[in-house]
Every structure is written in structure tokens, then in C-alpha cells.
């Protein structure tokens, strides 16, 4: 009998991708209500030096600490590269469609590449406790395991629909070690304004940054924010998944010029960047003609309907304003299931590459979106959060125009996690009980 290889971490790329220096125009700063640049002092309020050293470097490649690659492999990386042949048999495409599959990381999603990434530079640099938002809690598990494996204790300020209505994520935040409270709380000046004006607020992502930011502002320096999307650093440490794609393709023969299409869902836009912008390095440069495909809910529809402006990365105003396309900082997304899409704004990165033309976003209601994960599922097995079904969806539609023999092109997507945890909106959606938003 051969015994198949053991995972093979020198896949694991040693340095992560940073597009800055490669976008077709500069990145406008983060600025202040006053209009001044919001410089590196102003972040080191909230962030770790090395944080925002990282968050406005111009250099190319950044190098990934020993520390933090040993947990990469660790946690499962490099992730697999699955082709989903049972799929293409289903849609009868002569498409060739492959996955990156970020739900084997322990806490379900691609987000544990950059909460490692961060719970190391703030343990490095003697933080004591990490301040945190999350919505339907993706982030939040991932950062209360890293926390765990670095010493540093995590609060999570949790959106209090998901709090209510997803204990099962909570738990695992709980069974990591972290301190997990819905938020709208009591516990911050923004949260109790909240509270007085609905005691049964139902919260929203914006608010429980507020609340972060404020327990962060008020600790004398001993705790930190942390964030799981939107910034430059975090974007960063997510092209992990797309250097390895990269090498897994070319060890099968598949070249970077074959990949026709690169497919994912945003939210904030980190695991679309994580995949796609090693990609589009090969696009800028003008070796590949692959197409980008972002994938959004049309009930959080900021990147098709939004305005590219400067706005606030929080409700309550606490931030520094990016330049983003946004809906408005206090917009209050309806109750999709897909918790992890419910933002108001996108990174100002892949604002750019949308605005120049370089990413075509794409939105999708919500039965639909379901319908294709449940097709996933029976074909593939493995049931996908319901933020990664936004990109199953987009990836069906596209390869259902390839009928024909001999054209046979590589459509690549980000499966950014499973939907284990997320089976209730599975059952309304077999129930026919789904609101199609
Ligand atoms: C958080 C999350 C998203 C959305 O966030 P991005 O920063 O846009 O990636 C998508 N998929 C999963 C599984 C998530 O947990």
C-alpha cells in the first residue's frame, strides 16, 4: 500500500502578499473628522506598533514570524485544494472547478490565519487583554483561540441577534477561554445609549466596534483592539490561502494564465483578498487575464449599490474614516444568516480595485444563495457557511455558461467555512421558511 504524503507545510508561503505597492492608484489614508491624515500615532491608540507598522507598509512582501507559521501548521495549513468534480458532473459544465477549502482551520473559517497573526504581535508587545466585535462569531472563536494559544485574555463584545440566536458559537468562544458579551452591553457609555433607547436592541457590527474601541480607549493602555477584516494588516495576513493555491495549482500542471475566473464573498473583503489578490499581482502585471468576481448579499449591498467615500468603520463614529464604498456607517443591515456579510462598508484596498474596474462585485438574494449551498452539500458534502454560499452560487452561475467540450476553464473560489454552526438557516431554507432578502 503507498501511503499518501503527510501534509506538506513547506507549502505554507514564508511571507505574506501585500498589494499596496501594486494598485493601479495610491490608497488614500485614513483620515480624521478634521480631514487630517490619521497617522501611525493616532493607530497605535488602539493597534500594536507592529500592527500598524504592517497597515501602511509599501513593502512588497512582508515575512511571517516562525511563531506564527508553526501555528499556521498547526491548525491544519497548508488547507486543501479540492477539485469539485461532483459538482461539474451535476452542472453538467466542462468548466474545471476548484476550491480552497478554509473550513478545516479549528474554528471553522478562514479568519484564524490573521486572529494568530495578531494575538502574536500583541503578546510580543505585552498586551494583557484584546478587545473584539462579532457578529455571528466566526471572528470572534477564531480570535479567542489565538488568544488562548498566546496568553492574552479576549473580550468579545457579541452582536446581541447572534447572541441570542447562536449560543452554539458563543460556547466555543466560552470553551476557548474568551469573555463573550452581547452587545449592545452595559458595560460601555455607547452600549448603555443603546440600551436606553431599546432594551432589547438587536445590535449591529458597527455598535459592537463602538463598544470595543471604547473599552479599549478607557483601559490606560493595557488592553488593544483587534479587528477581523477591512484593514490593510488583516487583508495581508490572509493571502496565505492564495500563495498556496498558487503552488497547488502549478503542482498539477495548472498555471497562473489558466485560471479564468477567482471567486469569493466579502464581507469586509478578507478572504476575497486572501485568494484573489496574489492573483491579481499576475493581473496588474499583465501576466493573466483571470476575471474577479466579489460576491455580496443584496440586503448589504455596499459594494454594487454603495457610494466610494469616507466614512466610519463604526457606528457610534470612534474611527478613524476610510475610504470605502459604503452603504453609511449607520446602516443597519437586515437579519441575513450570513452574520459575516452584515457590514456597512469594504476594504479600502478592494475599494479600489472595484473602482478601477479590476474586481466586478456581484449580489445575490438570499434563497438562492441557499439553494446553491444545499446543492454544494449533496454533491460535495461539506455543508458551507453561508457567507462562502454567496461564492458557490456566483461559482454555479458562471460555470453553467461552459457546455462545451473543449472549453474546460478554472474557476477557483474561496470556501471560507463550513456551516456546521449555521444549520438553523439551513432548516428554514428546507422548510420553505426562508425570507428571500
Ligand atoms: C467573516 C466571514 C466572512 C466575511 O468576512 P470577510 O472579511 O469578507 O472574509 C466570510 N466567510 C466566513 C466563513 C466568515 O467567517
Same mark, same amino acid.
Given at each position: 500500500?503507498?501511503?499518501?504524503?503527510?501534509?506538506?507545510?513547506?507549502?505554507?508561503?514564508?511571507?505574506?502578499?501585500?498589494?499596496?505597492?501594486?494598485?493601479?492608484?495610491?490608497?488614500?489614508?485614513?483620515?480624521?473628522?478634521?480631514?487630517?491624515?490619521?497617522?501611525?500615532?493616532?493607530?497605535?491608540?488602539?493597534?500594536?506598533?507592529?500592527?500598524?507598522?504592517?497597515?501602511?507598509?509599501?513593502?512588497?512582501?512582508?515575512?511571517?514570524?516562525?511563531?506564527?507559521?508553526?501555528?499556521?501548521?498547526?491548525?491544519?495549513?497548508?488547507?486543501?485544494?479540492?477539485?469539485?468534480?461532483?459538482?461539474?458532473?451535476?452542472?453538467?459544465?466542462?468548466?474545471?472547478?476548484?476550491?480552497?477549502?478554509?473550513?478545516?482551520?479549528?474554528?471553522?473559517?478562514?479568519?484564524?490565519?490573521?486572529?494568530?497573526?495578531?494575538?502574536?504581535?500583541?503578546?510580543?508587545?505585552?498586551?494583557?487583554?484584546?478587545?473584539?466585535?462579532?457578529?455571528?462569531?466566526?471572528?470572534?472563536?477564531?480570535?479567542?483561540?489565538?488568544?488562548?494559544?498566546?496568553?492574552?485574555?479576549?473580550?468579545?463584545?457579541?452582536?446581541?441577534?447572534?447572541?441570542?440566536?447562536?449560543?452554539?458559537?458563543?460556547?466555543?468562544?466560552?470553551?476557548?477561554?474568551?469573555?463573550?458579551?452581547?452587545?449592545?452591553?452595559?458595560?460601555?457609555?455607547?452600549?448603555?445609549?443603546?440600551?436606553?433607547?431599546? &432594551?432589547? $436592541?438587536? =445590535?449591529? #457590527?458597527?455598535?459592537?466596534?463602538?463598544?470595543?474601541?471604547?473599552? +479599549? *480607549?478607557?483601559? %490606560? /493602555?493595557?488592553?488593544?483592539?483587534?479587528?477581523?477584516?477591512?484593514?490593510?494588516?488583516?487583508?495581508?495576513?490572509?493571502?496565505?490561502?492564495?500563495?498556496?493555491?498558487?503552488?497547488?495549482?502549478?503542482?498539477?500542471?495548472?498555471?497562473?494564465?489558466?485560471?479564468?475566473?477567482?471567486?469569493?464573498?466579502?464581507?469586509?473583503?478578507?478572504?476575497?483578498?486572501?485568494?484573489?489578490?496574489?492573483?491579481?499581482?499576475?493581473?496588474?502585471?499583465?501576466?493573466?487575464?483571470?476575471?474577479?468576481?466579489?460576491?455580496?448579499?443584496?440586503?448589504?449591498?455596499?459594494?454594487?449599490?454603495?457610494?466610494?467615500?469616507?466614512?466610519?468603520?463604526?457606528?457610534?463614529?470612534?474611527?478613524?474614516?476610510?475610504?470605502?464604498?459604503?452603504?453609511?456607517?449607520?446602516?443597519?443591515?437586515? &437579519?441575513? $444568516?450570513? =452574520?459575516? #456579510?452584515?457590514?456597512?462598508?469594504?476594504?479600502?484596498?478592494?475599494? +479600489? *480595485?472595484?473602482? %478601477? /474596474?479590476?474586481?466586478?462585485?456581484?449580489?445575490?438574494?438570499?434563497?438562492?444563495?441557499?439553494?446553491?449551498?444545499?446543492?454544494?452539500?449533496?454533491?460535495?458534502?461539506?455543508?458551507?457557511?453561508?457567507?462562502?454560499?454567496?461564492?458557490?452560487?456566483?461559482?454555479?452561475?458562471?460555470?453553467?455558461?461552459?457546455?462545451?467540450?473543449?472549453?474546460?476553464?478554472?474557476?477557483?473560489?474561496?470556501?471560507?467555512?463550513?456551516?456546521?454552526?449555521?444549520?438553523?438557516?439551513?432548516?428554514?431554507?428546507?422548510?420553505?421558511?426562508?425570507?428571500?432578502?
Amino acid at each position: 500500500m503507498v501511503l499518501k504524503a503527510p501534509q506538506d507545510s513547506s507549502i505554507i508561503p514564508t511571507q505574506w502578499y501585500n498589494i499596496i505597492p501594486d494598485l493601479p492608484e495610491n490608497l488614500p489614508p485614513p483620515i480624521l473628522p478634521n480631514g487630517q491624515v490619521a497617522g501611525p500615532e493616532i493607530l497605535e491608540e488602539i493597534f500594536p506598533r507592529e500592527l500598524v507598522r504592517q497597515e501602511v507598509s509599501s513593502e512588497r512582501y512582508i515575512k511571517i514570524p516562525d511563531e506564527i507559521l508553526q501555528n499556521y501548521a498547526q491548525a491544519g495549513r497548508p488547507t486543501p485544494l479540492i477539485r469539485a468534480r461532483n459538482l461539474e458532473i451535476a452542472l453538467k459544465t466542462s468548466a474545471r472547478i476548484f476550491f480552497k477549502y478554509e473550513g478545516v482551520l479549528p474554528a471553522g473559517s478562514h479568519k484564524f490565519n490573521t486572529a494568530v497573526a495578531q494575538a502574536y504581535y500583541n503578546m510580543r508587545e505585552g498586551v494583557d487583554r484584546l478587545c473584539t466585535e462579532t457578529g455571528a462569531g466566526q471572528w470572534g472563536s477564531a480570535l479567542s483561540l489565538a488568544g488562548s494559544l498566546f496568553g492574552i485574555k479576549i473580550r468579545v463584545y457579541m452582536v446581541r441577534a447572534s447572541y441570542n440566536q447562536k449560543p452554539l458559537r458563543r460556547i466555543l468562544m466560552e470553551t476557548y477561554g474568551a469573555e463573550v458579551h452581547p452587545s449592545p452591553s452595559s458595560l460601555t457609555r455607547v452600549g448603555r445609549k443603546y440600551l436606553e433607547e431599546n &432594551p432589547n $436592541h438587536p =445590535g449591529s #457590527l458597527g455598535i459592537a466596534i463602538s463598544e470595543a474601541i471604547e473599552d +479599549v *480607549l478607557s483601559s %490606560n /493602555g493595557t488592553a488593544k483592539y483587534s479587528l477581523g477584516s477591512v484593514l490593510n494588516h488583516v487583508l495581508l495576513h490572509q493571502t496565505v490561502i492564495g500563495m498556496e493555491a498558487l503552488k497547488q495549482l502549478e503542482s498539477i500542471g495548472i498555471g497562473v494564465e489558466e485560471v479564468s475566473h477567482v471567486v469569493g464573498c466579502v464581507g469586509g473583503g478578507s478572504n476575497f483578498a486572501g485568494l484573489s489578490y496574489p492573483f491579481i499581482q499576475y493581473k496588474l502585471s499583465g501576466r493573466a487575464n483571470t476575471v474577479f468576481i466579489a460576491v455580496e448579499p443584496k440586503a448589504v449591498p455596499s459594494m454594487t449599490m454603495g457610494e466610494y467615500k469616507y466614512d466610519y468603520g463604526d457606528s457610534a463614529g470612534l474611527t478613524p474614516m476610510l475610504k470605502m464604498h459604503t452603504l453609511g456607517h449607520d446602516y443597519v443591515p437586515p &437579519p441575513i $444568516h450570513a =452574520g459575516g #456579510l452584515r457590514y456597512h462598508g469594504v476594504a479600502p484596498t478592494l475599494s +479600489v *480595485l472595484v473602482k %478601477n /474596474g479590476i474586481v466586478n462585485p456581484i449580489a445575490y438574494s438570499q434563497r438562492e444563495v441557499f439553494e446553491a449551498g444545499v446543492l454544494f452539500a449533496r454533491t460535495q458534502g461539506i455543508v458551507p457557511a453561508p457567507e462562502s454560499a454567496h461564492a458557490v452560487k456566483a461559482v454555479i452561475d458562471i460555470a453553467r455558461r461552459y457546455t462545451k467540450g473543449y472549453e474546460k476553464p478554472v474557476i477557483l473560489f474561496n470556501l471560507s467555512g463550513h456551516g456546521l454552526l449555521d444549520l438553523a438557516g439551513y432548516s428554514e431554507y428546507l422548510n420553505g421558511r426562508l425570507q428571500d432578502t
